[in-house]
């Protein structure tokens, strides 16, 4: 019986701070990259040796802004002929980079924390933010079971995160995205409405003027 100073202590450390709820469905890790953050960026250098950054074209013919590569063993695509997850890298006519086991591991953990513990992502979308680059509000509903959540984490130059709702013309919440923050993206929440807002210009002390985001999916 009783509440001791140490359990309140611990209670706001882990739960009141660190995991938030953000919506239905959708939790908020703060920080919890930052424990293996060296690995994830050597094993992300080592799959942008080998998939480098492209700015894709959209089926309606516009360049992105945001850079994007991928690794798994499905990537997401867009070209003029529309948007689809892909085996093989264009670009080279080779299969994605392996996942490595470093991001494998920090996107099964943080949705075991979020209570998906049989998350198996087949694809890591990794996309580059330079100052003004943006995201436009869309929905991510290319994955075959959308009951599956998808993992996002933020590294880099903080953003401006904009979420939706069900609808299009529902009223965004504005949230920042800051390096090492990790976001379980399930439940009634996975197919809201989403974006990133043009990226303020600054100088991040590991990843300088760029902002990263990987997102895991499974998309098969
Ligand atoms: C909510 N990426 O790659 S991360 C995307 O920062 C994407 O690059 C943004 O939207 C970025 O599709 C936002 C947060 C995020 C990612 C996927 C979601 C939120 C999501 C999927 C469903 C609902
Ligand atoms: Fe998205």
Not at 6 to 18: G, H, K, P, T, V
Not at 157 to 185: E, M, S, T, Y
Not at 198 to 215: I, K
Request: hydrophobic share 40%.
């Amino acid at each position: 019986m009783g509440v001791s100073f140490m359990d309140l202590f611990e209670y706001a450390n882990d739960e009141s701070m660190r995991k938030v709820e953000l919506g239905p469905g959708a939790v908020m890790l703060h920080g919890f990259a930052l424990s293996d953050e060296e690995a994830l960026l050597t094993d992300l250098n080592a799959v942008v040796e080998q998939a480098p950054f492209r700015h894709m074209v959209t089926p309606g013919g516009h360049r992105m802004s945001v850079a994007m590569t991928n690794c798994g063993s499905l990537g997401w695509l867009t070209d003029r002929t529309g948007y689809r997850y892909d085996p093989i890298d264009p670009e080279n006519g080779q299969p994605w980079p392996a996942m490595p086991a470093s991001l494998l591991k920090l996107a099964q953990s943080a949705a075991s924390e979020a209570g998906f513990p049989a998350f198996t992502p087949d694809g890591c979308l990794i996309n580059r933010y330079e100052p003004g680059a943006k995201l436009s509000l869309h929905q991510d509903k290319d994955e075959k079971d959308l009951n599956q959540p998808i993992v996002s984490v933020s590294l880099g130059l903080p953003a401006i995160f904009l979420f939706g709702g069900a609808k299009r013309a529902d009223k965004q919440l504005q949230l920042h995205l800051n390096h090492g923050d990790v976001v379980v993206w399930g439940g009634p929440a996975r197919l809201f409405y989403h974006g990133i807002k043009p990226l303020a210009t600054g100088e991040h002390p590991r990843l300088g003027r760029y902002r990263l985001n990987l997102t895991f999916r499974k998309a098969s």
